[in-house]
Each structure stands twice: as C-alpha cells, then as structure tokens.
Nanobody, 124 residues
Framework: QVQLVESGGGLVQAGGSLRLSCAASGRTISSLVMGWFRQTPGKEREFAAAISSNGLRTDYADSAKGRFTISRDNAKNTVYLQMSSLKPEDTAVYYC?????????????????WGQGTQVTVSS
C-alpha cells in the first residue's frame, strides 16, 4: 500500500558521516510513525531509530544514541537518518519501515511496511 525506497548508503571511513533517505509513495506518511532498522549478515535485524508522525518525538537504540539523528519532512514524504562518527560495527543494510501503531515503536513486529534496504559500509 505504501512503497518505501532507501538511498544514501555507501562506503565511508570510520569517523565519517552519511545521511540516508527514505522516500515514500503510494500513500502519505504524515500520520505514521516511521523507523530505521539495520541488519548484518548472520545477525538479527535490530532497531536503530524511530520518529513520531509530527516529528516531535524520537527514540534511538543505545548504540545509535548521540551519533544518529532521525528526522522527517512530511511535505516531501521523506524520512532521514543522519549518521555521524561512524564505526565499523555500524556496517549493515539499513531499512526504512512504517509502524502499525501510533505510539513510537521499537520492535520489528510492530512495523508492517519495509523498504528494500541500502548498504552502509564503514572501513577502519
């Protein structure tokens, strides 16, 4: 019902930064909680960040807090993830997702739509 397309991934050296974008189409996301998750081969997908529908509330995984910033521009139907001070352990495929609930969601099963993912690789 809603299509999510991530972009902005790439190769960056440790300590660098990247900004990921998630463009939504098919439906507006202005009334939806949105989140970012990441997954490394052999590991479970894990929560990274979430943002309320109006952008006034955010939540972050402990590993992301202080380094990642989630934001949204509802007029552009887009969600962003600004990543700074990147570490090799941040290497993963990053996914944008829409929550099924109105409150901030931090668990994978609370999201019902997913993008295809964008690869982030952080070198030493």
């Amino acid at each position: 019902q809603v299509q999510l397309v991530e972009s902005g991934g790439g190769l960056v050296q440790a300590g660098g930064s990247l900004r990921l974008s998630c463009a939504a189409s098919g439906r507006t996301i202005s009334s939806l909680v949105m989140g970012w998750f990441r997954q490394t081969p052999g590991k479970e997908r894990e929560f990274a960040a979430a943002i309320s529908s109006n952008g006034l509330r955010t939540d972050y995984a402990d590993s992301a807090k202080g380094r990642f910033t989630i934001s949204r521009d509802n007029a552009k139907n887009t969600v962003y993830l600004q990543m700074s001070s990147l570490k090799p352990e941040d290497t993963a495929v990053y996914y944008c997702a829409r929550s099924r609930y109105s409150r901030l969601s931090v668990r994978e099963y609370e999201y019902d739509s997913w993008g295809q993912g964008t690869q982030v690789t952080v070198s030493s």
